[in-house]
């Protein structure tokens, strides 16, 4: 079994995402052809993230010279799409 472990610096703004494993367990990979073990409480990295606040990513925008027309939010603007 493999469960999700999140970290968050909150200096950064950088999530990073590991998978850990509670068990011993080997996986197969057909298209490879390879087997890979994996022991009880390894982990392994799996994704960042990246987080910025509004006024960053207008900055970042200009600094691309883009032009920003619309930004998408919800009500406590922690995700913003802008576009």
């Known amino acids: 079994m493999l469960i999700h472990q999140p970290t968050y610096n909150q200096e950064t703004g950088t999530t ?14 057909l298209k ?12 392994m990295y799996t994704e960042i993230s990246q987080k910025f ?5 207008e900055q970042m925008a200009r600094k691309a010279r883009l032009g920003i ?15």
Do not use: A, C, G
């Open 53 to 57: 606040d509004h006024n960053t990513k």
């Open 69 to 83: 027309k619309k930004v998408y939010t919800e009500s406590k603007r922690y995700m913003l799409i802008i576009y």
């Open 16 to 29: 990073k995402s590991y998978l850990v494993s509670t068990q011993w367990h080997d996986v197969y990979l």
């Open 32 to 43: 490879f052809d390879k087997t890979f073990s994996f022991f009880p409480w390894e982990s």
